[in-house]
C-alpha cells in the first residue's frame, strides 16, 4: 500500500471524505517560537491533501497531515475549506519548480514539495476540483447572498438607488428592512502556475508528470540500494544482520571458531574408535590362535 491510499484509508475514510491528491512538502522558511520550550515530538513528515466529502452537496477541503518519527499513524493538523483558499502561487511560470504557497484567509504557507513533478501534480488536480467545485456550485445557488454595510447603503443612497421615503421624510418600511445583495463567490487565483498546469493538455501533462513521479522513486530506491554497504555470507550461506565491516569480521570469527570445536571434537571421537577397534582386533587375534590348536 502506498503513501496515499494509508493516508485515505487512515485519516479521511472515518471521516467520509474521499482523498484525491496529497504531495510531501517542507516548509520553505521554519517558524520558529522562541518562547516555546524544546523537545517536542520530533521530526516528523507533512503532507497537504485535498480532499472532497462523499455527502451532498460535496465539500472541497484542504488538509495538513503529519507523520511523527517512529509514529505508524497519520495526524490530522489542520483543515480549511475550499472558500477559505485565496490563492495558489506556482512561483516560477516559466519553469518547474518544487516551491508553491497557498494563501488562506487567515494563513500563508510557504512549501516546498519534494520534487517538482509531485508539485505540478497536486495544483493540476487542484486546479480541475475547484473549477468544477465552483461550477457546481453557482449552477445550484447562482450566488452568495451577502448583508449590505452601512458604508453600501450609503453609497446606494447617493447614487439614487436608496429606499424611498415616507412623506414625513423618514425611512420608509422597506428602508428599515435589511437589504441584501447577490454576490458571486469568489474562487482563488492561480497565479504563477504554467499553462500546462491549467489548459486543456493538462490531462496529458498529469500523465507525463506521474510518470516522472514514479521513475523518480525508481532512481532514489537505486541509489539507496546502492549506498547501503555490502554484507559477507556467512558458513550458511545467509548474509549476517549486522551493517559494519567489524561486526562482519567478529560473526566470521566466530562461525570459524565454532566450526573448529566441531571438527576437534569429531576428531578426537575419530581416535577413540579407532583405539576400541584395535582393541577389539587384538581380542579377536589371541582367540583365534587359542582355539586353533
Same mark, same amino acid.
Given at each position: 500500500?502506498?503513501?496515499?491510499?494509508?493516508?485515505?484509508?487512515?485519516?479521511?475514510?472515518?471521516?467520509?471524505?474521499?482523498?484525491?491528491?496529497?504531495?510531501?512538502?517542507?516548509?520553505?522558511?521554519?517558524?520558529?517560537?522562541?518562547?516555546?520550550?524544546?523537545?517536542?515530538?520530533?521530526?516528523?513528515?507533512?503532507?497537504?491533501?485535498?480532499?472532497?466529502?462523499?455527502?451532498?452537496?460535496?465539500?472541497?477541503?484542504?488538509?495538513?497531515?503529519?507523520?511523527?518519527?517512529?509514529?505508524?499513524?497519520?495526524?490530522?493538523?489542520?483543515?480549511?475549506?475550499?472558500?477559505? $483558499?485565496?490563492?495558489?502561487?506556482?512561483?516560477?511560470?516559466?519553469?518547474?519548480?518544487?516551491?508553491?504557497?497557498?494563501?488562506? @484567509?487567515?494563513? $500563508? @504557507?510557504?512549501?516546498?514539495?519534494?520534487?517538482?513533478?509531485?508539485?505540478?501534480?497536486?495544483?493540476?488536480? =487542484?486546479?480541475?476540483?475547484?473549477?468544477?467545485?465552483?461550477?457546481?456550485?453557482?449552477?445550484?445557488?447562482?450566488?452568495?447572498?451577502?448583508?449590505?454595510?452601512?458604508?453600501?447603503?450609503?453609497?446606494?443612497?447617493?447614487?439614487?438607488?436608496?429606499?424611498?421615503?415616507?412623506?414625513?421624510?423618514?425611512?420608509?418600511?422597506?428602508?428599515?428592512?435589511?437589504?441584501?445583495?447577490?454576490?458571486?463567490?469568489?474562487?482563488?487565483?492561480?497565479?504563477?502556475?504554467?499553462?500546462?498546469?491549467?489548459? @486543456?493538455?493538462?490531462?496529458?501533462? $498529469?500523465?507525463?508528470?506521474?510518470?516522472?513521479?514514479?521513475?523518480?522513486?525508481?532512481?532514489?530506491? =537505486?541509489?539507496?540500494?546502492?549506498?547501503?554497504?555490502?554484507?559477507?555470507?556467512?558458513?550458511?550461506?545467509?548474509?549476517?544482520?549486522?551493517?559494519?565491516?567489524?561486526?562482519?569480521?567478529?560473526?566470521?570469527?566466530?562461525?570459524?571458531?565454532?566450526?573448529?570445536?566441531?571438527?576437534?571434537?569429531?576428531?578426537?571421537?575419530?581416535?577413540?574408535?579407532?583405539?576400541?577397534?584395535?582393541?577389539?582386533?587384538?581380542?579377536?587375534?589371541?582367540?583365534?590362535?587359542?582355539?586353533?590348536?
Amino acid at each position: 500500500m502506498n503513501i496515499q491510499s494509508a493516508i485515505n484509508r487512515e485519516v479521511f475514510a472515518p471521516r467520509d471524505e474521499r482523498m484525491l491528491v496529497a504531495v510531501e512538502v517542507k516548509r520553505r522558511k521554519r517558524k520558529r517560537i522562541p518562547f516555546l520550550p524544546t523537545g517536542g515530538k520530533g521530526e516528523y513528515v507533512t503532507y497537504i491533501c485535498l480532499s472532497v466529502t462523499n455527502k451532498r452537496p460535496a465539500q472541497l477541503l484542504i488538509t495538513k497531515v503529519k507523520r511523527f518519527q517512529g509514529s505508524t499513524p497519520f495526524t490530522s493538523r489542520s483543515q480549511w475549506t475550499v472558500e477559505q $483558499l485565496r490563492q495558489v502561487n506556482g512561483i516560477n511560470p516559466n519553469q518547474d519548480c518544487p516551491e508553491f504557497d497557498l494563501v488562506f @484567509d487567515n494563513a $500563508l @504557507d510557504q512549501w516546498v514539495a519534494s520534487s517538482a513533478p509531485e508539485k505540478c501534480i497536486f495544483i493540476q488536480i =487542484m486546479y480541475h476540483a475547484c473549477q468544477t467545485y465552483w461550477d457546481g456550485k453557482e449552477g445550484h445557488h447562482g450566488g452568495l447572498v451577502r448583508p449590505v454595510g452601512d458604508q453600501q447603503k450609503g453609497q446606494m443612497v447617493q447614487e439614487g438607488q436608496g429606499s424611498p421615503r415616507s412623506p414625513t421624510g423618514r425611512p420608509g418600511v422597506q428602508a428599515r428592512r435589511k437589504s441584501t445583495v447577490v454576490l458571486k463567490p469568489r474562487k482563488p487565483e492561480f497565479v504563477n502556475c504554467h499553462s500546462k498546469l491549467t489548459g @486543456d493538455a493538462s490531462s496529458v501533462n $498529469l500523465i507525463v508528470n506521474r510518470c516522472k513521479v514514479f521513475f523518480n522513486r525508481m532512481k532514489k530506491a =537505486m541509489v539507496l540500494k546502492r549506498s547501503r554497504p555490502h554484507t559477507v555470507a556467512g558458513p550458511s550461506g545467509q548474509c549476517p544482520q549486522g551493517g559494519s565491516v567489524g561486526s562482519v569480521v567478529h560473526k566470521a570469527s566466530q562461525a570459524l571458531h565454532e566450526r573448529g570445536e566441531r571438527l576437534g571434537r569429531a576428531e578426537e571421537k575419530t581416535v577413540d574408535l579407532m583405539q576400541k577397534a584395535q582393541q577389539f582386533a587384538d581380542t579377536a587375534h589371541k582367540l583365534s590362535l587359542k582355539y586353533s590348536h
